[in-house]
C-alpha cells in the first residue's frame, strides 16, 4: 500500500512540475503559463498579494485583434520591470469554453506573469470598459494611477505610453 502512495506522489510531482510529456499537452518542455479562472468577487485577494508593488492590469482576449498584436510588448514591459517593484497582471475576458485557445496564445506569447480568466459581463462592468485592450495601473495601496483607455474618445494608447508612464512613476520614487 505504502509503494502505491509513493509511485502516485511521484507521478503527481511530475505532472505538476511541467516536465517534458508531464501536464503539458504539447509536450514542448515549455511551462505552461498561469491562467486562472476567477470570480471578481476573489479580485480583492488577488491585488492584496501585490500590495507595496505597482500593478498593470492588462485586459485581453485572443478574439480581439489589437490585443493580440500588442501582447508582446505587454510581455516586455513585464520583463523590464518585474524587479522594480512592479508587477504585470493579465485578465482574459474570453468565454470560458476558450481557455484552451487562451491558454496557448499565452504559452506561444511566453506570458510568465499571472494571467486570469474572468466573467466577460463581471470584469466589463467593474471597470465600465468599452474597448479592449485596457491598461490600468494602479498604485502601491491598490488605487487607479492610470487608464489606458483603447475605448476612450481622442485618447488611444501605445504599450510605449504604458512604458513612458511607468519609468516616470519609479523615477519620482527615487
Not at 8 to 17: A, D, F, P, Q, R
Not at 58 to 77: H, I, Q, R, S, Y
Request: hydrophobic share 35%; glycine share 6%; net charge positive.
Amino acid at each position: 500500500m505504502r509503494r502505491r502512495y509513493y509511485w502516485v506522489t511521484i507521478l503527481s510531482c511530475m505532472i505538476w512540475s511541467g516536465l517534458p510529456g508531464c501536464g503539458n499537452p504539447d509536450n514542448s518542455g515549455e511551462p505552461t503559463p498561469e491562467l486562472r479562472r476567477l470570480r471578481i468577487a476573489e479580485w480583492e485577494g488577488v491585488l492584496a498579494r501585490y500590495r507595496g508593488k505597482y500593478v498593470v492590469i492588462d485586459t485581453w482576449a485572443t478574439w480581439c485583434g489589437p490585443c493580440v498584436k500588442e501582447f508582446p510588448k505587454l510581455v516586455k514591459l513585464h520583463h523590464k520591470y518585474r524587479d522594480r517593484d512592479v508587477v504585470v497582471l493579465g485578465v482574459s475576458i474570453d468565454d470560458p469554453q476558450y481557455e484552451p485557445q487562451a491558454r496557448e496564445f499565452l504559452r506561444k506569447q511566453q506570458a510568465d506573469f499571472p494571467n486570469f480568466l474572468i466573467a466577460y459581463d463581471d470584469w466589463v462592468q467593474r471597470w465600465q470598459i468599452t474597448a479592449i485592450p485596457l491598461v490600468l495601473v494602479l498604485d502601491q495601496e491598490g488605487k487607479l494611477l492610470r487608464r489606458f483607455d483603447r475605448g476612450a474618445p481622442g485618447s488611444p494608447f501605445t504599450y510605449e505610453d504604458v512604458d513612458r508612464f511607468l519609468s516616470q512613476l519609479l523615477q519620482a520614487k527615487n
